[in-house]
């Protein structure tokens, strides 16, 4: 490991913690403004974030350890994600210790302590957003494998950054598999990130909610974190999604020029997708919450077909 | 409805609304209720007053409505010690009534269930607000209150407690789920957090100002209730209405409607994920909002139906505006109609969901827009048309599939509808008086008011007392006839469904607390 990796993982990550709410800012923005409303301030996710902050933290007379470590858990994880993902650079010596499969396993992490913080106060709509959580959960997980199996079948490694680098640097063709892949992989990061057609974020109807039902307890930093961590998640899967599909512009080992130029690539790229999301955002409706299996079968059926794909056709 | 049968004879009471009031003795009650179910008849309000100051014991007063008018059976209880028979075997929404007014007034039916409905440790259980000697004591602390809820037992089933503070803002209700996974087997509601003595209230006020209580019963259906108030009073002390007045009172009764069913689609719209709609119809809304402000002097045209005619008369200028928005507003609405039905998503979350069938809701009494949607076809403004709904006959909106996608349906058709009429109201208003001097009610009299809010039929009861005063108001939200019907939709739907098919019924719970 040299001095110029370390620095270019240091960069990596704190760009990931540091842009993370201001693609959730984004989004939201865009959903507004597609919904004919003026939008809020690009900048509110960290204004809401140093709001929490400032405050006082209330916890249930209930609540374990578990409910009091989880946020720092669930951040810690959402970071080690977001320093194994190359979103700038594949020059990532963290990215070695940890491949794609464990990429999943960190997300998993974080779902299984989330998950259990919000069983541990015993209200209901915590449990009720647990078990809601698990469900759309290991629905998901096995489609995210199928899909990065896809990508590792195509370069020969699970490890994301040889995967980023066989990918970027190939004659420019269109793979069919990584076309199945990408709404495979699409439809995932929606569920997995709470989003329409699986979640509402913005709802306020307790009854409904996944996400929201399970952080309910929380206030101050620890929801803060919480927040925090879900932008992250929202930001890693953007740039796996990055990564995967639109490798382009993304920096090779050793390559500081292309380093500057790497950063705007992201941005501009991570704009798009956002302007997608609030696309996809804004035409559907929520799905019932047992139209989720389908969904999300579906997305498993793509993958696994990009894989037979690639398996069969070579491509 | 015919009670010649039972060799009773009602007296008719004055008013726009065909009424008569038929007293009955105790072996006679429920025979007057079964013959009144077996004929159609319907259970608008249940209500008790102390009358022991008149030594005439406590009455019950029982309003059924069907296609004739209404018919109130009137039964005189000696004292507070004596029950009355039970009515929920016939009509089952008369269960929470009963209980409400043994709350209230301290007289018990033989029910089996008699779990307090509106008390909720607020006051002392052996104190009732409206008997006539009771006095209010500031010092009453309140107290802890526990409510048997019936428990589903079985493997899996678990309890979800909802409310009374709801993560968004909402009026207050506490629900009780019995679950098994995400399926519901059964909901319980527990209602009565909003009671704040609007009936006690009444009774402190003068008739000539009441009207301004009257239209605040319920907020989103100011017009209905003012409405249903003034016609009370002008039923008893007999007096007119200038016809340009009673088109000023249906044209903000139609905007009214329109109002809230704007802001009801939205909000459908919303609850099925699609946040594209509220913002749409929100903004529909305002627009309709905004314009009441400037012609009306406030935005749900609160205070403006007053008794004897209404407040303001209606400039040109703003009535030119009206007219103009009527067909602007149709022609966006159209398009967002076209939207909601052919988005397969929300339809997935609208169709089959939260159905109150036909026999259920007939059975339980479903009334007013829900009911509309499942099958009842009663409509006051069509089944009794007062002026001006005689002249711009107003056409009945009804789905008999009663789920959601129906009572979305039902909002959208009479959303038009009103449009129309609203058209028809400008187009054919007459010059004139806004109001006449109402003479000063005789006393101990009896007046009814039955007007069609945008949620269903709203009913006032008005009795006065001497030099002006009032003895007992009883305002009827036909929310009390719908919030059980809702406990009976949402079994064998999922959990995450409840909210939608509770906004789809969208009851009150301030008028229906008072």
């Given at each position: 490991?040299?001095i110029?990796?370390?620095?270019?993982?240091?960069l990596?990550l704190?760009?990931?913690?540091?842009?993370a709410?201001?693609?959730?800012?984004?989004?939201?923005?865009?959903?507004?403004w597609?919904?004919?409303?003026?939008?809020?301030?690009?900048?509110?996710?960290?204004?809401?974030?140093?709001?929490?902050?400032?405050?006082?933290?209330?916890?249930?007379?209930?609540?374990?350890?578990?409910?009091?470590t989880t946020?720092?858990?669930?951040?810690?994880?959402?970071?080690?994600?977001?320093?194994?993902?190359?979103?700038?650079?594949?020059?990532?010596?963290?990215?070695?210790?940890?491949?794609?499969?464990?990429?999943?396993?960190?997300f998993?992490?974080?779902?299984?302590?989330i998950?259990?913080?919000?069983m541990?106060?015993g209200?209901?709509?915590?449990?009720?957003?647990?078990?809601?959580?698990?469900?759309?959960?290991?629905?998901?997980?096995?489609?995210?494998?199928?899909v990065?199996?896809?990508?590792?079948?195509?370069?020969?490694?699970t490890?994301?950054?040889?995967?980023?680098?066989?990918?970027?640097?190939?004659?420019?063709?269109?793979y069919?598999?990584?076309?199945?892949?990408?709404?495979?992989?699409?439809?995932?990061?929606?569920?997995?990130?709470?989003?329409?057609?699986?979640?509402?974020?913005?709802?306020?109807?307790?009854?409904?909610?996944?996400?929201?039902?399970?952080?309910?307890?929380?206030?101050?930093?620890?929801?803060a974190?919480?927040?925090?961590?879900?932008?992250?998640?929202?930001?890693?899967?953007?740039?796996?999604?990055?990564a995967?599909?639109?490798?382009?512009?993304i920096?090779?080992?050793?390559d500081?020029?292309?380093?500057?130029?790497?950063?705007?690539?992201?941005?501009?790229?991570l704009?798009?997708?956002?302007?997608?999301l609030?696309?996809?955002?804004?035409?559907?409706?929520?799905?019932?919450?047992?139209?989720a299996?389908?969904?999300?079968?579906?997305?498993?059926?793509l993958?696994v077909?990009?894989?037979?794909?690639?398996?069969?056709?070579?491509? | 409805?015919n009670?010649?049968?039972?060799?009773?004879?009602?007296?008719?009471?004055?008013?726009?609304?065909?009424?008569?009031?038929?007293?009955?003795?105790?072996?006679q009650?429920?025979?007057?209720?079964?013959?009144?179910?077996?004929?159609?008849?319907?259970?608008?309000?249940?209500?008790?007053?102390?009358?022991?100051?008149?030594?005439?014991?406590?009455?019950?007063?029982?309003?059924?409505?069907?296609?004739?008018?209404?018919?109130?059976?009137?039964?005189?209880?000696?004292?507070?010690?004596?029950?009355?028979?039970?009515?929920?075997?016939?009509?089952?929404?008369?269960?929470?009534?009963?209980?409400a007014?043994?709350?209230?007034?301290?007289?018990a039916?033989?029910?089996?269930?008699?779990?307090p409905?509106?008390?909720?440790?607020?006051?002392?259980?052996?104190?009732?607000?409206?008997?006539?000697?009771?006095?209010?004591?500031?010092?009453?602390?309140?107290?802890?209150?526990?409510?048997?809820?019936?428990?589903?037992?079985?493997d899996?089933?678990?309890?979800?407690?909802?409310?009374?503070?709801?993560?968004?803002?909402i009026?207050?209700?506490?629900?009780?789920?019995?679950?098994?996974?995400?399926?519901v087997?059964?909901?319980?509601?527990?209602?009565?957090?909003?009671?704040?003595?609007?009936?006690?209230?009444?009774?402190?006020?003068?008739?000539?100002?009441?009207?301004?209580?009257?239209?605040?019963?319920?907020?989103?259906?100011?017009?209905?209730?003012?409405w249903a108030?003034a016609?009370?009073?002008?039923?008893?002390?007999?007096?007119?209405?200038?016809?340009?007045?009673?088109?000023?009172r249906?044209?903000?009764?139609?905007?009214e409607?329109?109002?809230?069913?704007?802001?009801?689609?939205g909000?459908?719209?919303?609850?099925?994920?699609?946040?594209?709609?509220?913002?749409?119809?929100?903004?529909?809304?305002?627009?309709?909002?905004?314009?009441?402000?400037?012609?009306?002097?406030?935005?749900?045209?609160?205070d403006?139906?007053?008794?004897?005619?209404?407040a303001?008369?209606?400039?040109?200028?703003?009535?030119?505006q009206?007219?103009?928005?009527?067909?602007?507003?149709?022609?966006?609405?159209?398009?967002?109609?076209?939207?909601?039905?052919?988005?397969?998503?929300l339809?997935?979350?609208?169709?089959?969901?939260?159905?109150?069938?036909?026999?259920?809701?007939?059975?339980?009494?479903?009334?007013?827009?829900?009911?509309?949607?499942?099958?009842?076809?009663?409509?006051?403004?069509?089944?009794?048309?007062?002026?001006?709904?005689?002249?711009?006959a107003?056409r009945?909106?009804?789905?008999?599939?009663?789920?959601?996608?129906?009572r979305?349906?039902?909002?959208?058709?009479?959303?038009?509808?009103?449009?129309?009429l609203?058209?028809?109201?400008?187009?054919?208003?007459?010059?004139?008086?806004?109001?006449?001097?109402?003479?000063?009610?005789p006393?101990y009299?009896l007046?009814l008011?039955?007007?069609?809010?945008?949620?269903?039929?709203?009913?006032?009861?008005?009795?006065?007392?001497?030099?002006?005063?009032?003895?007992?108001?009883?305002?009827?939200?036909?929310?009390?006839?719908n919030?059980?019907?809702?406990?009976?939709?949402?079994?064998?739907?999922?959990?995450?469904?409840?909210?939608?098919?509770?906004?789809?019924?969208?009851?009150t719970?301030?008028?229906?607390?008072?």
């Open positions: 490991m040299t110029a990796s370390f620095l270019t993982q240091l990596e704190a760009i990931a913690v540091a842009l709410p201001l693609l959730v800012g984004w989004v939201n923005m865009c959903r507004a597609l919904q004919n409303k003026s939008a809020p301030s690009l900048l509110l996710p960290y204004r809401t974030i140093r709001k929490l902050f400032m405050k006082d933290a209330v916890v249930a007379q209930s609540a374990s350890p578990i409910f009091r946020p720092y858990i669930v951040f810690g994880a959402m970071c080690c994600a977001a320093a194994i993902v190359p979103s700038l650079a594949t020059d990532l010596p963290f990215a070695q210790a940890a491949d794609a499969i464990a990429l999943v396993g960190l998993a992490l974080a779902r299984v302590f998950a259990l913080a919000a541990d106060i209200t209901a709509f915590g449990a009720l957003g647990a078990r809601r959580e698990m469900f759309v959960g290991f629905l998901a997980e096995p489609a995210l494998l199928m990065l199996f896809t990508a590792s079948l195509i370069s020969g490694s490890s994301l950054p040889t995967i980023v680098d066989a990918l970027a640097h190939r004659e420019l063709a269109i069919p598999s990584l076309a199945f892949a990408g709404v495979a992989f699409t439809m995932v990061s929606l569920a997995e990130n709470a989003r329409i057609p699986i979640d509402n974020p913005s709802t306020h109807l307790e009854l409904t909610m996944i996400h929201e039902a399970m952080v309910l307890e929380y206030s101050a930093r620890h929801l974190l919480l927040e925090w961590a879900s932008a992250l998640k929202l930001f890693n899967y953007s740039c796996i999604g990055l995967l599909f639109f490798p382009f512009g920096a090779a080992a050793g500081w020029l292309a380093l500057i130029g790497a950063a705007p690539a992201l941005i501009f790229k704009a798009i997708g956002g302007v997608a609030a696309f996809i955002e804004t035409l559907s409706a929520k799905l019932r919450i047992f139209r299996p389908e969904f999300l079968g579906t997305a498993f059926l993958a077909l990009a894989m037979l794909v690639n398996l069969l056709l070579g491509g | 409805m009670l010649s049968g039972l060799g009773l004879v009602g007296a008719q009471l004055p008013g726009a609304i065909p009424a008569q009031r038929v007293p009955v003795s105790s072996g009650l429920l025979a007057a209720c079964r013959l009144g179910w077996e004929q159609g008849s319907r259970l608008v309000a249940l209500w008790i007053s102390d009358d022991r100051d008149r030594a005439r014991g406590f009455c019950l007063h029982i309003a059924l409505h069907d296609q004739e008018g209404v018919t109130l059976l009137e039964y005189t209880i000696p004292d507070a010690s004596s029950a009355y028979p039970d009515i929920s075997t016939i009509f089952p929404a008369a269960n929470r009534m009963q209980r007014a043994f709350d209230l007034v301290g007289v039916s033989e029910s089996d269930d008699q779990r409905w509106l008390w909720l440790a607020s006051w002392p259980i052996d104190k009732f607000p409206l008997q006539r000697d009771f006095v209010a004591s500031p010092k009453w602390e309140p107290g802890e209150e526990t409510y048997a809820f019936v428990k589903v037992e079985g899996g089933v678990h309890e979800i407690p909802v409310g009374p503070v709801h993560a968004g803002i009026e207050p209700g506490h629900f009780r789920f019995q679950v098994v996974g995400e399926k087997l059964r909901l319980e509601e527990r209602l009565g957090y909003v009671h704040k003595g609007i009936e006690k209230r009444f009774e402190s006020l003068r008739i000539g100002e009441a009207h301004r209580l009257a239209g605040r019963v319920s907020g989103d259906s100011t017009v209905a209730y003012a108030y016609q009370a009073v002008e039923a008893i002390a007999d007096a007119a209405v200038p016809p340009r007045a009673a088109w000023l249906a044209l903000a009764l139609e905007r409607r329109i109002a809230n069913h704007l802001g009801d689609l909000y459908l719209g919303n609850d099925g994920g699609f946040a594209f709609g509220l913002a749409q119809f929100s903004r529909l809304k305002e627009d309709v909002l905004r314009l009441n402000l400037a012609a009306f002097g406030h935005r749900m045209m609160m403006y139906v007053v008794p004897g005619g209404v303001s008369s209606l400039a040109a200028a703003y009535a030119a009206i007219r103009e928005q009527c067909p602007a507003l149709e022609r966006e609405i159209r398009i967002l109609r076209d939207i909601y039905d052919e988005h397969a998503g339809q997935d979350r609208f169709r089959t969901c939260g159905r109150a069938p036909p026999d259920l809701a007939q059975q339980l009494g479903l009334t007013g827009l829900c009911g509309r949607a499942s099958g009842q076809e009663f409509d006051l403004r069509c089944d009794f048309p007062l002026p001006p709904y005689d002249v711009i107003p009945k909106m009804t789905q008999t599939d009663g789920d959601v996608a129906a979305v349906t039902v909002r959208f058709d009479e959303l038009l509808e009103s449009l129309r609203c058209s028809a109201l400008i187009d054919g208003l007459s010059d004139g008086e806004v109001n006449a001097p109402v003479p000063e009610p006393p009299r007046g008011g039955f007007i069609e809010g945008w949620r269903g039929p709203v009913f006032i009861a008005l009795e006065t007392g001497p030099d002006g005063t009032i003895r007992r108001c009883h305002p009827h939200d036909p929310s009390w006839s919030w059980p019907v809702l406990e009976h939709a949402v079994i064998g739907n999922i959990v995450p469904d409840f909210p939608l098919i509770n906004k789809s019924f969208n009851l719970y301030s008028g229906h607390d008072l």
